[in-house]
């Protein structure tokens, strides 16, 4: 497309009552903002559970639910698509944790899920660290006790996390694997705290990953989440991987990321702005 490119009234990246971390406000409530807000396609991308023999590493256990709400969330999501049907389009979905090593046990998961979807992410959230796994998102004071302590400085975390990443994207996850990679440079949430001295010093792992995105026909969520993170302010990806990724014509689908109602469509004009710094986006 010439020119600047208009971003569909689509959220693509949404939770719903299901997600343990969230405001368990009900799903409906969402979707009403959404319609309020002149959104015309909403895609329910909850957290599914964790692999079987993964063990969740937040303190409460909250990253995903539990697997016998799993079939129950699917049909609370359809219930939705049908009751909100001729007033904006909801579309069911997941939102995947890639897990190096546990490949076998999401494509297991999507083998059997995946023909019900509608819509999916695949998200990195989790690195090995001290003591085991940690998430990349929990708090500053946890990626910097249990990744920069682990990996010796910020830009190993960075790499460790890039590679992740790049396995995600090439990995074999079976006919379901999703599509759209999710929050892109989510490693960057605590940036502000814990800087890297040159944000440019991954750019050729990225572009990398860009290109091997290309080659499969992937997405990018344009993820607006960031912008509202205390220690980020930045949205996912980085601006800089925004404009690389238009320039290979990888589409960019918005996500509010929204665990709450109030955050329906929030950071969706400063996405659209972002995105008409680069010319020659095809959305």
Not at 210 to 215: A, H, K, S
Request: hydrophobic share 35%; charged share 25%.
């Amino acid at each position: 497309m010439s020119g600047n490119a208009s971003l569909s009234r689509r959220d693509g990246h949404t939770h719903t009552q299901f997600c343990p971390h969230g405001s368990r406000e009900a799903t409906g409530q969402f979707i009403c903002r959404a319609i309020e807000l002149g959104f015309e396609v909403y895609s329910l991308t909850e957290h599914p559970p964790l692999p079987p023999s993964f063990i969740d590493p937040t303190p409460d256990k909250s990253c995903g639910m539990q697997w016998e709400e799993l079939d129950s969330y699917l049909s609370h999501a359809r219930e939705q698509q049908e009751q909100f049907a001729g007033r904006i389009e909801v579309r069911v979905g997941l939102e995947v944790d890639y897990i190096p090593g546990y490949e076998s046990e999401v494509r297991e998961m999507l083998n059997r899920y995946g023909a019900q979807l509608d819509d999916a992410l695949l998200s990195v959230h989790f690195l090995q660290g001290k003591g085991g796994w940690r998430c990349v998102d929990l708090s500053p004071d946890d990626f910097h006790d249990g990744l920069v302590d682990a990996y010796g400085s910020v830009e190993a975390v960075h790499e460790a996390y890039w590679a992740a990443v790049k396995q995600a994207v090439e990995a074999d996850l079976g006919p379901y694997k999703p599509r759209r990679l999710s929050h892109l440079s989510l490693a960057h949430k605590f940036q502000l705290q814990h800087p890297l001295k040159n944000p440019q010093h991954f750019r050729p792992h990225v572009l990398e990953i860009l290109d091997r995105i290309q080659e499969r026909s992937m997405e990018l969520d344009l993820n607006a989440a960031g912008l509202f993170k205390p220690d980020c302010r930045e949205i996912y990806p980085a601006p800089w991987i925004i404009e690389e990724a238009v320039k290979r014509g990888i589409p960019l689908v918005y996500g509010s990321d929204t665990h709450s109602v109030k955050g329906v469509g929030q950071g969706f004009d400063e996405a659209q702005r972002i995105l008409n710094r680069f010319p020659d986006s095809s959305l």
